[in-house]
């Protein structure tokens, strides 16, 4: 049996979530599919248009036998460690493949990058560091790195956020000795499929949607600014995006703000990009804290979200294997290290916090209560 992984947010899911999916299938002759998915707040540090069990059912519609949610602090870190959580799942679970998206779809020249790039970051580090001390924003001073290292590649990849996180996905495989073999699908431009940005603009066309997308925003602004307004400048700096000052800023914008985006873009410059920000915001609405590192294992857990019935049969093979990381079916029945917790904690409120916003019901939607979704007969390709 051979088991393809993709690392996913679906937010929401299109017809680009398909075209990967059927094409992974016809790359690898794959038996299985399984996605390790973003729960209700999103990498780039946003609320998800639908939350995690409506995208995860989506998904299972969509061609994947079974998602796996990424622990919410993982889910909301940069690039990296994101990408390492991902990764590490997939790997634990005895992936043959891993499939992603990429605007370039050439995965030697995305290999020699990945190449350059750990060299940059690590024996090269001192050239970036020396870069951002004068003010340039670490993107610009890793792309300067590199350069050092080979002037002539192409490195437009470091500029397209799909290839930026297939980049992170190689690094990470190779931080972990894997043998899954990467399966790089060349995205299609817009003319042809959509783009998850177009999707969202799409579901704003239906009035409701668009209501319910406009209250969701303003009740999280409401909560971001309350937050900024009651903590410290030095507990927000504690938390993992924070730093530089970035604390003082916002509280000095606060008051000018008339939405998130208007705070972001208030504080955001060279330095401090809009998504860092964003996700800081988000990290400090769901009580994350650098003391606790999102770039430890010790987070992880398997919770399956959605599943068809060879989905179900593959969580069996979950279940009845000797992974290392744990198996979650329900935060109310877990018990570990005080870092397990923190990460199962941070993923119950972020569930809570999203059925404030969204406006239903908190005991219902809770992840206390929420159980996975098993499809029968349902896929759509």
Known sequence: MSLVGIIGEYNPFHRGHEYLISSAKAMSSADLLVSVMSGDFTQRGTPAVFDKWKRAEAAVKGGINLVL???????????????????????????????FGSECGDEELMSEITSLVIEAEGPRRDIIEFLMQEG????????????????????????????????????????????????????????????????????????NEKKRIERMDEAYFDIVRTLILEKSA?????????????????????????????????????????????RLLAQMVLGMDRSALADSREGLYFRALAFDEMGAELLRCIHDGESEIPIMESPARIEGSENFMYSVDVTVRASDIYNIIQGTDMYGGSDYVRKPIYMRGESLI
């Open 136 to 207: 340039i924003s670490y993107p610009e001073a890793r792309e300067a790195a590199v350069r050092t290292l080979n002037p002539e590649i192409d490195l437009t990849p470091l500029f397209s956020s799909n290839d930026i996180l297939g980049i992170e996905y190689l690094k990470a495989m190779r931080k972990l000795d894997s043998y899954m073999v990467p399966l790089v699908v060349k995205r299609m431009g817009d003319n042809h499929l959509v783009s998850a940005t177009a999707a969202r603009e799409e579901i704003k066309k239906d009035p």
């Open 234 to 278: 030095e507990e927000i700096e504690n938390v993992p995006s924070a730093g530089e000052g970035l604390a003082n800023k916002l509280k000095q914008e606060l008051r000018y703000a008339s939405s998130l985006d208007d705070l972001i873009g208030r504080v955001k410059s060279k330095r401090y990009t809009y998504t860092r920000i964003s």
């Open 69 to 99: 949610e990424l622990p919410q602090i993982y889910a909301v870190s940069h690039a990296g460690d994101f990408a390492m959580a991902g990764v590490t799942m997939l790997d634990e679970m005895g992936c043959d493949y891993i499939a």
